[in-house]
């Protein structure tokens, strides 16, 4: 049984208890309504950017390196927006709101801001205490060089930071990072040779669905036109389910091209019919 509606007053109440009084769960108190319908209210008006960020909710996920670093790109080397990259969700998890957020704290998207980030040399203070952590965490044995690269930062910045906190490497410790570099490069070929192996599955997979397809089509009493693909010189349909279909409207007409080359064989070159997205 639902229970009482929240009344304007009750949601008034609320916000004033969280934001002002700034009162954990267990002290705020609205008559009628008991904890747990208080802290699904209390998320709901959190989710409506009510609370002022009062109150952080137990979703906060903080973002990783990887995901400030794909931002990075997405803005600078491909100029997208904060409304496209959340829509498409190509940070996963990511909203517009929250792009648009990261994007004005590292001065991304705007390349006059950047600019002025770049000359200044500074860090702003996030930024300064996730490479503290990063320093002294899964960092610690990663070479300065390295560091630098994946925080587009200076070399030099990264070994003062090492002095200051009083952690620069030690010989040993140098060569002991070749070790971890030889990991990670054999992760990173691992992690190639995966994809590739998935991508050849599908492949395979699809050539099947297109010569099924194709075999179950030619029974048919009117199968549409052939088409031979100039790649492959394999013939199928002329039809959406083998070569890809443009749809360009000039004026009033509909112009409809279709691919020279097969499904297959477009999607043997995934990257070079659409954005690369680089992952890390
Ligand atoms: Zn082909």
């Known amino acids: 049984m639902p229970g009482q509606r929240w009344t304007k007053e009750a949601i008034e109440s609320l916000i004033r208890q969280v934001v002002s009084d700034r009162k954990n769960l267990p002290d705020i108190y609205i008559p009628g309504k008991s904890q747990a319908a208080v802290n699904n209210q209390r998320r709901r008006l ?26 990075e790109d997405l803005t600078m080397e491909y100029g997208l927006s904060a409304d496209l990259i959340g829509q498409l969700q190509l940070i996963p998890g990511r909203s517009r709101e929250a792009v648009s957020k990261m994007m004005g704290r590292h001065g991304l998207g705007n390349p006059d801001v950047k600019f002025r980030a770049q000359q200044a040399e500074r860090i702003d203070q996030h930024r300064r205490e996730d490479l503290r952590t990063f320093l002294l965490g899964e960092g610690r044995l990663m070479p300065s060089r390295d560091v630098a690269e994946q925080w587009c930062l200076a070399q030099k910045t990264v070994s003062r930071y090492r002095r200051r906190l009083g952690i620069a490497l030690s010989w040993q410790q140098a ?106």
Request: charged share 35%; with cysteine; aromatic share 8%.
């Open 46 to 71: 959190k989710e409506a950017q009510l609370l002022n960020g009062s109150f952080a909710g137990r979703r906060l996920r903080p973002w990783t390196i990887c995901q400030l670093k794909k931002l």
């Open 175 to 280: 060569r002991s990072s070749d070790e971890f570099n030889r990991k990670r490069q054999e992760q990173a070929r691992e992690f190639t040779r995966r994809t590739r192996d998935r991508w050849q599955i599908w492949r395979e997979s699809l050539a099947r669905r297109l010569e099924r397809l194709r075999a179950e089509m030619q029974l048919r009493p009117a199968p549409p036109p052939t088409r031979v693909c100039t790649m492959c010189e394999k013939q199928w349909f002329a039809s959406p389910e083998f070569y890809h279909v443009q749809k360009r409207r000039t004026g009033k007409r509909l112009k409809l091209s279709i691919s020279r080359a097969c499904r297959l064989c477009r999607s043997a070159h995934p990257l070079m019919h659409g954005l690369q997205i680089v992952n890390y």
